[in-house]
């Protein structure tokens, strides 16, 4: 019995990975994360400099002007080691890396866009609810297709 639930499982992983391979493409996926990462890079980079509020970022959970600077650097360093892995991914930026690391790194991606998935869901601000909670949504989605494609 058991062995017909694993069974059931897999073949539904199968149809499920199948579905999602003829629905979105390895090529859709990568050009739309590097997009929507890229744009969010710009998107910190104008709350750093003053011209969006720094109060709908990070759940509106930022205190002070110095709080704001060290998350929103950090958050553009990590998208744009998040752009490097999709372009090694991609086969544009290292050609000679482990596939089954840059994997490991699109999974984990996975779960961070999950994760900001369910907090934007809960931020304070709506306008970072309304607008973000889809983005990374997609994010996860995109990062979940390049990481079922075999060849890098």
Not at 9 to 15: R, V
Not at 66 to 83: A, C, K, P, R
Not at 90 to 101: S, T
Request: proline share 1%; hydrophobic share 55%; charged share 10%.
């Amino acid at each position: 019995m058991n062995g017909k639930a694993v069974g059931a499982a897999d073949l539904y992983m199968y149809l499920l990975l199948h579905i999602m391979k003829q629905l979105l493409s390895f090529r859709t996926a990568v050009y739309s994360t590097v997009t929507i990462l890229s744009l969010i890079i710009l998107f910190h980079i104008l709350v750093i400099t003053g011209v969006i509020p720094f109060g709908i970022v990070w759940g509106g959970r930022l205190t002070n002007h110095q709080q704001m600077v060290q998350f929103e650097t950090t958050s553009i360093l990590i998208n744009l080691v998040m752009i490097s892995i999709v372009a090694t991914k991609a086969g544009w930026l290292i050609k000679q890396m482990n596939e089954r690391i840059i994997n490991i790194l699109l999974w984990l991606m996975v779960g961070l866009f999950t994760l900001n998935t369910i907090g934007n869901i809960f931020a304070e601000n709506k306008i970072e609810a309304i607008i973000f909670t889809p983005m990374t949504f997609l994010l996860a989605i995109f990062c979940i297709r390049m990481a079922l494609e075999k060849k890098s």
